[in-house]
């Protein structure tokens, strides 16, 4: 019903910037809110940025000021900027989109996405 493509992961420096994207297809509409998480070797889920469909953000407070979470409604597509990366940003990262099919509402995960910060 709901697929999410993920795109925009790799390996970087220290300092250095990446973007991810994640796109919604499928029979959802209604997406009232989509975010990015990530799961590091040996560590749980955590959350990392989400948006509202009224464009309101929340982040972890590890990526204040150096993440910058952003959608698209029209695409169906949320967006991540990191900057300033940092070797603790090394982690799988998955996109989360929750809406509405026609059978009600649905929550969906991405593939996952891999993020290495290595010198």
């Known amino acids: 019903q709901v697929q999410l493509v993920e795109s925009g992961g790799g390996l970087v420096q220290p300092g250095g910037s990446l973007r991810l994207s994640c796109a919604a297809s499928?029979?959802?509409?209604?997406?009232?809110?989509m975010g990015w998480y990530r799961q590091a070797p040996g560590k749980q889920r955590e959350l990392v940025a989400s948006?509202?469909?009224?464009?309101?953000?929340n982040y972890q407070d590890s990526v204040k000021g150096r993440f910058t979470i952003s959608r698209d409604n029209a695409k169906n597509t949320v967006y991540l900027q990191m900057n300033s990366l940092k070797p603790d940003d090394t982690a799988v990262y998955y996109c989360?989109?929750?809406?509405?099919?026609?059978?009600?509402?649905?929550?969906?995960w991405g593939q996952g996405t891999q993020v290495i910060v290595s010198s």
């Open positions: 499928g029979s959802i509409f209604n997406i009232y809110a």
């Open positions: 948006i509202s469909n009224g464009a309101r953000t």
């Open positions: 989360n989109v929750q809406g509405y099919v026609f059978s009600g509402r649905v929550e969906s």
